[in-house]
């Protein structure tokens, strides 16, 4: 292979942009007498396109600067110049989507005894489906890939002739794969990019225009490059030169190409200015993520001069928040994979709906707005969204099928609107299934308007994936999510970056670095594994192997990372600059990690200081800074919700507002509920709800109350309860459904032996469900003036001799006791509840209680003052219907006195006086039910507006 015709040393005083444009600009001046500088036939190779933009803007600047007309060069990567090398009249290359369908076709199609060697007999046919298929042929694309780096030509066959293979009969089935996925990228006259990429290695097409190759500073250019420039004839018209971004006295630590010597740079010690200020060892990355953040802080003129490594992909959210900590703005050129942009998030979701017809699938569709108001622009999307959210949370359907079915028996005035949108989407998948691309460019053309400007980069990478999958999927019949998920696949490697604003600090990686021409740099990571990147071994490719095959060894890999690191911190030395190196001795994960052995390449006297610095004990964590909100809640009034509240209230909701006031507003005057978006099953409400139905309907049965016969109790209770669900889920119910409802038939069989019992011992059933201006014919009021208050005794029951008993149906998990379901003793310095809820000690109570819960005992007042019994006779009990058949029973609030109800009357009383003043202010530290924590985290002070709470102290909204 023929060497270069020169290479030239450029120092690294200066960053490289600066050191390789201005040599070239020199080099120009030297050649021609004009005023300019024409580079129109060079072609400058640098290692990364960020290194291009950045060498392009240095010549720009650098010919401003000196008053020259500047012609740009072409500046390309390796991978890109070996492109512009195919000869003319080659074969096309299999875009990467067509290269990944032929290969998992030629899997897909091996029979059982095929590729015994390869695949086992373990791996079964029914394992070799189409998705196994696609996941083998990337890994096997993957390895070619590598093998196309080799200095020499190789690929599965010439490996499995290898004398140094230990697994010939392996690779034999791997060539054997190799050469059908060959014969099926021939059928379509097309070639694989590998092969390609090997025949250019040895016969590139140099374009007549070239006058003059440089490659630039690229310490670690790609061996088919190495291979294609060193074949240009001796004695032809382009030339090719090395710039290397070190000094000249380092001549022998590089080979001709430029590329830094193994031997030379794994022993050569790199020069620090001040290794124990520079190096800086932190027990994690929150450390480090406060640590960056002081640092740029400290250099507040600097920061824009500042850009920092990113050695490891774990620590860009952390080094994202320690940017924006220091009150700057984080810029990542990596940016985001399109696959989470607007048309990347409808294609996945298209793709889970054609292979799964589930209705989360369906619910994620119709919450991207800008897709819903596409293909139903007539109807309003927040109508749409809350009506379907509705009947999602309430019927659980599984697939789109089952909502289809429960719509077209259903009586809601909404069915027809959801049935309209649903069978809208409906023909989408239809015409998915018959023609996708088609349907798919459709789809796209439809929901453009919508989408964000980022966006179209993603819809035209879509757009051109499908005009290559297009004419192959007329030749390969495979469902359309299959399709689907290639051009998902070829998504999920492009990325979105957006334009860099002023002021931001750059992340960039490791390869990056070498071309940063900030003075200031800052190494995030530079632990073993990540600087130099090891390379370990695979299932295909050991590390012996990869040896023989003359491929990139760990060794070659250190000794470019011992250049690289030297040369930055060379650029920076002398007043140009600082270089600073984080070590963190933990991930993300807690998992230990190791200092980057490039740290200890240094004289022996300085080893034993740096070792203790880098092993020193972990310095204790720095507590995470105090948590705040990222915007402060401010709650509406419901003006007429308020009003509702002052003038009427229902029994159940004392208990809401003694567990917490603000959270009573929340739920009773602003009207904010949870809602559970992937609703999958009935929460315990809905589940309490099903069990009061039956148990009402078999309590209004005036025959079957009278009986003692559980068997027939326990049949009715049961026959009710399939009819509620059917209405309420359909004739097929959700898994989920089904496994409550098998449970609720035993709690039934329980609840109808004790009520046999209890018709045994006298008691029968005498009012159902009746409410308290039924009861006592006129509304209830605790004083002359005072609001109403309502509710529905679920029982009342009479026995001949014992009196009457005030039943309600319990039917939590657990048995409950009315006592402690009512009371509960106070917490010590407790600012909550206020005094009108707290209890007296009685003589056999040792602390003071509370009220938390006033419902029984306000059904016990209203039956007494409804049927004129006296308080002997009068008993309050708890009918509970637990999940554990054996707890199920009567359960009697056997001490509740006098006492207790007047203080339960006082209690309630001062309820609504602070509701009536408008006091919901301050919360409950230590609330009994909070199901709003995800809204109001665990201190509602800390995101609720300070104008709010003091509105919500006292008397503001009366007027």
């Known amino acids: 292979m023929r060497t270069p015709h020169a290479i030239h040393f450029l120092g690294w005083e200066r960053s490289v942009p600066w050191s390789v444009a201005r040599f070239l600009l020199d080099r120009a001046a030297r050649v021609s007498v004009r005023a300019g500088a024409d580079f129109s036939g060079h072609c400058v190779i640098v290692p990364t396109r960020q290194a291009g933009r950045s060498l392009i803007a240095a010549l720009t600047r650098e010919a401003s600067g000196r008053r020259l007309r500047l012609e740009l060069p072409i500046v390309c990567t390796p991978a890109e110049c070996l492109r512009l090398l195919v000869p003319q009249g080659a074969a096309a290359v299999a875009p990467p989507a067509v290269a990944t369908l032929a290969m998992a076709t030629v899997l897909h199609a091996l029979k059982a005894d095929d590729c015994r060697a390869l695949l086992p007999e373990t791996l079964t046919l029914p394992i070799r489906d189409w998705y196994w298929a696609e996941g083998l042929a990337e890994l096997l694309l993957g390895i070619r890939e590598t093998l196309s780096n080799a200095p ?114 794994r022993r050569r010690n790199i020069e620090w200015e001040n290794f124990d200020e520079q190096v800086l060892r932190v027990s994690s990355p929150n450390v480090m993520m406060d640590k960056v953040a002081e640092l740029l802080n400290s250099r507040t003129k600097a920061r824009q001069q500042t850009t920092i490594g990113v050695l490891s992909s774990d620590l860009t959210l952390a080094l994202e928040r320690a940017v924006k900590c220091a009150r700057a703005e984080p810029y990542n050129p990596e940016g985001k994979p399109q696959t989470c942009s607007e048309p990347g998030l409808l294609l996945r979701l298209f793709r889970e709906l054609l292979a799964g017809d589930e209705m989360r699938a369906v619910t994620n569709l119709l919450r991207l707005p800008f897709f819903l108001k596409a293909i139903a622009p007539e109807i309003s999307v927040s109508t749409v969204l809350r009506l379907f959210d509705r009947l999602c949370e309430k019927h659980l359907p599984d697939t789109l099928r089952d909502m289809h079915e429960f719509l077209d028996t259903s009586d809601s005035p909404d069915a027809p609107l959801l049935a309209h949108v649903l069978g809208v989407l409906n023909a989408w998948r239809q015409h998915f299934r018959e023609d996708w691309a088609a349907a798919l460019r459709k789809l796209l053309g439809v929901v453009s308007p919508g989408i964000s400007p980022v966006a179209h980069e993603a819809r035209e990478n879509i757009l051109h994936e499908l005009s290559v999958l297009e004419p192959l999927s007329r030749q390969h019949a495979r469902p359309a999510e299959d399709w689907l998920a290639l051009v998902l696949r070829r998504l999920a490697g492009e990325r979105t970056t957006a334009a860099r604003r002023p002021g931001a600090v750059p992340l960039l990686g490791w390869l990056e670095l070498l071309w940063v021409d900030a ?62 190196a984080f070590v963190p001795q933990c991930d993300t994960r807690g998992n230990s990690l190791s200092p980057s052995r490039l740290l200890f390449l240094a004289e022996n006297t300085v080893l034993p200081g740096r070792v203790r610095l880098l092993f020193a004990e972990p310095e204790a964590p720095s507590p995470p800074p105090p948590w705040q909100a990222g915007w402060m809640f401010s709650p509406e009034v419901n003006a007429s919700r308020l009003a509702g509240l002052a003038g009427h209230m229902r029994a159940t909701q004392f208990r809401d507002y003694l567990d917490c006031p603000f959270r009573f507003f929340i739920r009773h005057v602003a009207g904010m509920v949870p809602f559970d978006a992937w609703k999958m099953e009935p929460d315990p409400r809905e589940t309490g709800g099903f069990l009061h139905t039956v148990l009402e309907a078999f309590a209004r049965d005036t025959v079957l109350r009278e009986s003692t016969d559980a068997d027939a109790i326990a049949r009715f209770a049961q026959a009710r309860l399939e009819a509620l669900l059917e209405k309420q889920y359909g004739a097929r119910w959700p898994l989920p459904v089904s496994i409550w409802a098998e449970a609720a ?22 009012h159902v469900e009746v409410p308290f201006q039924e009861l006592l014919g006129k509304p209830f009021c605790l004083d002359l003036e005072g609001p109403e208050i309502s509710g529905k005794i679920d029982r009342l029951d009479f026995h001949e001799e014992l009196g009457w008993c005030v039943l309600d149906y319990k039917t939590s998990a657990k048995a ?12 010590k310095n407790a600012s909550w509840p206020p005094e009108f809820a707290h209890v007296a000690p009685e003589p056999a109570k040792v602390r003071s209680r509370r009220w938390v819960d006033l419902q029984l005992p306000l059904y016990r007042y209203v039956a007494g003052l409804a049927l004129g ?27 509740y006195s006098r006492e207790l109800e007047d203080a339960m009357l006082g209690c309630a009383r001062g309820v609504q006086r602070a509701i009536a003043h408008g006091c ?6 230590h609330p009994q039910y909070d199901d709003l924590e995800e809204l109001l985290a665990l201190h509602p002070e800390s995101v ?16």
């Open 152 to 265: 020499a030509r190789l690929d599965f066959a010439s490996i499995s002739r290898h004398p140094d293979n230990l697994e010939p009969e392996r690779w034999e089935d791997l060539a054997l794969i190799e050469q059908r996925y060959r014969e099926r990228l021939q059928e379509m006259s097309l070639e694989d990019a590998c092969d390609q990429r090997h025949a250019v290695a040895s016969k590139p097409g140099f374009p007549d225009s070239w006058q003059h190759i440089w490659l630039a500073a690229t310490p670690a250019p790609a061996p088919a490059l190495l291979r294609a420039l060193g074949s240009l004839p001796d004695g032809g018209q382009q030339r090719v030169s090395i710039l290397v971004a070190a000094p000249g006295n380092l001549r022998l630590g590089f080979n001709a190409w430029g590329c830094p010597k193994t031997e030379f740079w």
């Open 519 to 580: 003075p200031q740099l800052i190494l995030a990571g530079l632990n073993e594994g990540n600087v130099p990147e090891n390379i370990s071994a695979d299932p295909f490719l050991s590390g012996k192997m990869r040896e023989k095959l003359g491929l990139t060894s760990n060794a070659e890999r250190f000794a470019t990372a011992a250049y690289t690191l030297q040369a930055m911190l060379a650029q920076r030395r002398g007043g140009n600059g600082q270089l600073f």
């Open 745 to 766: 038939r035993m709690r039934l069989t329980a609840f109808a032996s004790c009520q046999g019992e209890w018709r045994k011992a006298g008691w029968q059933i005498r």
């Open 816 to 827: 409950a006791n009315p006592e402690e379901a009512h009371l509960a003793f106070l917490r």
């Open 869 to 895: 019994a006296s308080f002997k006779q009068t008993r309050l009990a708890y009918f509970n219907v637990p999940q554990i058949a054996s707890e199920a029973g009567v359960q009697e609030w056997v001490d």
């Open 920 to 925: 919901f202010w301050p919360p409950n530290p």
């Open 944 to 959: 609720i507006d300070p104008r709010a709470s003091a509105l919500l102290s006292g008397t503001s909204f009366v007027s």
